[in-house]
């Protein structure tokens, strides 16, 4: 049975199930179907509101509603039983309207599309209001591990990487860029500060921009053996005997991939990539945030 406000005419309809009062506001959560649907078949969607924000969150087994937020990506989301379509709605208050037909409403307000690849990695897709195509799509597993950006026409303007890439839903190409001579060093592609920016012209050329790297304090050089896929003639030393010598003798740096540094250390990296580059800035509705 729902809670009211204070004053409330105890007769009047509930707004959906589960509502509840909070500091004299109410919150609500419930289950929408679609025609033709009943309590003997699948639901449609669950959905949340609230007297602040209106709707806040919708999931669906449904991969059909807002079918036209529906990119080329979506065709390769993962079919495994459980997997959902999720909504939220990070930005301004939306109208419960919206729970209306396949809500196709949504298109009018900022909103965040979230299903599973079918590599298991999260998609998380930004839209700004009234768009036809996302201005962000992120891929995370536990982490952020890919930012794609957008300009307003869907043409891809940046793409950043964080850590390893497995090639399953997206590649990467280093090897071209050092044999080019563009890349003159052995970039980091895994752990920390392991970035890679990579920007894309009007015609969708590719630029490979910025990368980090490890260095050894004594030499102030590149620690990582270049070219990285041809043997290391250094003399090699136990597993042990390198982590020491890393955490004393080696340190991080980023810059252009010809080895002009720009920032420092791991914090300075991470606060550069939010600020320069908003990697991992975008709200995405999720609790917390």
Known sequence: ???????????????????????????????????GANFHHLVGASFQMSDKRGLTGIQSASF??????????????????????????????????????????????????EY??????????????????????????????????????????????????????????????????????????NGYSSYRVYDYDAAGKETLSFVCWRYEVSTNKPYAHFPWWEPDPRPKRSREAELQYARTQVGTRCGTPDGKMSVEGMGPVKKLMETKYGFGTTKLGLPGE
């Open 1 to 35: 049975m729902a809670t009211r406000k204070p004053g409330e005419d105890t007769g009047q309809e509930d707004v959906g199930f589960g509502t509840e009062v909070t500091d004299g506001a109410w919150y609500a959560q419930g289950d929408y179907y679609f025609n």
């Open 64 to 113: 059909a509603i807002a079918s036209s937020d529906a990119t080329p990506i979506f065709e390769q989301r993962s079919r495994d039983e459980g997997k959902e379509l999720n909504y939220t709605f990070p930005a301004e208050r939306v109208s419960p309207d919206v729970l209306k037909g396949q809500f196709d409403g949504v298109i009018a307000y900022t909103r965040v599309r």
């Open 116 to 189: 599973f690849h079918r590599t298991g990695q999260r998609v998380f897709e930004i839209f700004a209001p009234g768009a036809k195509h996302p201005r962000e799509r992120q891929w995370r597993t536990l982490d952020l591990n890919r930012q794609e950006n957008y300009d307003a026409k869907g043409k891809l303007t940046r793409v950043i990487l964080s850590g390893p890439v497995s090639g399953d839903a997206y590649t990467e190409n280093l090897r071209a860029y050092a044999e080019k001579g563009v890349l003159k060093l052995t970039p980091l592609t």
